[in-house]
């Protein structure tokens, strides 16, 4: 009897034991997002747990040992082994060392060594000066399946360049545009319905109309994509630069005609990742109707150029953002659902979207969803992101006639500071002269745990239509510190919930429409309203 009573102790023990040892969720999700591999190396990423309250880090396990330790929800693993499996798992740690179980397990193997496409074999000098477009395009011509066409250090001068499936495009140098408009023919359609219909191509296109046909396009290296011949931040005033202007004139005014510098276009498998973008003729990187995208490690420089948005991530399926810092001449990170009725009728949502560990810093708005807004943007995660000097920090905007909103939204673990407008803003009175696709509207939208220092107008902005108001939507845990004109300002709205909401050094606290709020629920807020 009494060997049996100790050894039921002895269970009850090593339970407690077992429990107090895996005290902590495990981290789930872990994946290699899409082309996230070579013949060298493997990016793996995960999710938190789901209570990651007391989590500070996370170890990374490489064949069952320890690779690395960070705070971050990815991890790049270098100088591996071509054409070899590796295994991972990773676990998360608290402030006194101890880890969870392990995640799931992955077994990606690197690549195969690829064989190599110097550009430099087929004629191309990167002298600054030679046109170097035949040279780069047939070297991609002639890149076999699998195969990497190569730009080397130097600085390569080219017009148009168009990808196809099963290549990367490694640029370790760095590739210049010209600012001649004839060296990108006018025929990219952004959008059937988007303005006059076309735009001229960017220097680097992935672009089929069929889509779905170009897959596993990867563009990738050290090096720098440069729009054009302008002095790097020498764009003032929210000008075009030198090629935007003679994009405008050749194509008789319309200013919407300039190009995207990377255009991306029904695609199926896209990655992106390591290099630097400046001076773009537009928006620096343009991705619509395309799926399974990776952007990894990216910077972009483009402030102060006109309609400079950093990404934009359009009428696409699953995509995973992160490790990226923009500082932008429009929109840092953007994303967009088609606009009013013909992007209502195409039905393209823009959906399944991730954005972790970046860095917004100037632009008009850190992560930003409109103003297209028609077929809906559905199921986004943004975390452990910071916006400094933005203009807005979360930026939700849509207008009357836009259609759509976004919807299934959760942004938590955000720093927000330095805003020169609003730092959580939702906005439904964005203009446009398309034809109408009913109100806009943003509704089941979580935004948790977010710090917001220094703003001049509100800390929260909401802001619908009386006929399509912003409905269930939850603030929880939000500091704002230091918003000139005042905490919260809240019309044609309801059903939302504020919980945890505090205000300090504001002017005012709560701005509120009593006639056009409704069911609006505070919990545990300070100041109450």
């Keep these: 009897m009494k060997k049996r009573t100790a050894y039921s102790i002895g269970i009850i023990v090593l339970f407690i034991i077992n429990i107090s040892v895996f005290a902590l969720d495990a981290p789930q999700k872990l994946m290699v997002p899409p082309l996230a591999l070579d013949d060298t190396s493997i990016t793996v990423i995960w999710e938190k747990p789901n209570d990651y309250s007391d989590v500070v880090s996370y170890n990374v396990y490489i064949e069952g040992s320890l690779a690395g330790n960070t705070k971050k929800l990815f991890y790049n693993a270098t100088d591996l082994n071509a054409g070899t499996p590796y295994s991972f798992y990773v676990t998360a740690v608290d402030a006194s060392g101890k880890e969870s ?220 953002i992160f490790d990226s810092t923009i500082d932008a001449g429009d929109d840092c990170f953007n994303f967009n659902a088609g606009v009013g009725e013909p992007g209502v009728k195409e039905n393209f949502p823009d959906k399944n979207i991730r954005i972790f560990n970046c860095v917004a810093k100037r632009g008009h708005g850190g992560v930003v969803f409109g103003s297209f807004t028609a077929a809906w943007f559905e199921n986004f995660l943004v975390e452990d992101c910071v916006f400094d000097g933005t203009d807005r920090g979360l930026r939700f905007k849509t207008g009357k006639n836009q259609g759509g909103g976004a919807r299934n939204i959760v942004c938590r673990d955000i720093e927000i500071k330095n805003i020169l407008k609003e730092a959580i803003f939702f906005d439904s009175t964005y203009g446009g002269s398309y034809p109408s696709g009913g109100a806009g509207q943003f509704k089941d939208i979580t935004i948790k745990n977010v710090t917001c220092t220094n703003t001049k107008n509100y800390g929260i902005y909401i802001n619908g239509l009386p006929e399509k108001q912003h409905t269930n939507i939850t603030l929880s845990n939000i500091t704002i510190d230091g918003a000139k004109k005042g905490g919260a300002y809240l019309k044609n709205c309801n059903n939302c919930t504020f919980e945890n909401v505090e205000f300090k050094n504001v002017q005012a606290n709560w701005t509120i429409d009593p006639n056009s709020t409704t069911e609006l629920a505070f919990n545990n807020c300070n100041p109450k309203p």
């Design 101 to 320: 179980a392990v995640s799931n397990k992955v077994i990606p193997s690197t690549l195969e060594e690829v064989k190599v496409f110097d550009i430099t074999k087929y004629g191309a000098v990167g002298d600054c000066n030679t046109m170097n477009t035949k040279a780069i395009q047939k070297a991609i011509d002639e890149c076999t399946k699998g195969g990497k066409v190569l730009i080397p250090e130097g600085t390569f001068l080219s017009g148009a360049i168009f990808l196809k499936s099963d290549m990367t495009l490694q640029i370790d140098g760095t590739l210049r545009g010209s600012d001649n408009a004839a060296d990108y023919p006018l025929t990219c359609k952004r959008f059937p319905y988007y303005a006059s219909g076309n735009n001229f191509m960017g220097l680097i296109n992935a672009y089929t109309e069929t889509y779905g046909s170009l897959k596993n396009v990867k563009i990738c290296g050290k090096g720098t994509v440069n729009g054009g011949s302008d002095v790097i931040g020498s764009v003032a005033g929210h000008k075009n630069t030198i090629l935007g202007n003679n994009q405008v004139a050749a194509s008789e005014g319309d200013d919407s005609d300039r190009a995207d510098m990377i255009v991306v276009k029904g695609v199926d498998g896209f990655y992106i990742g390591g290099l630097t973008f400046v001076n773009p003729a537009m928006h620096t990187i343009f991705i619509t109707y395309s799926k399974n995208i990776t952007v990894n490690g990216i910077n972009v420089s483009t402030y102060d150029i006109h309609n400079a948005d950093g990404i934009n991530v359009c009428t696409s399926d699953t995509a995973y």
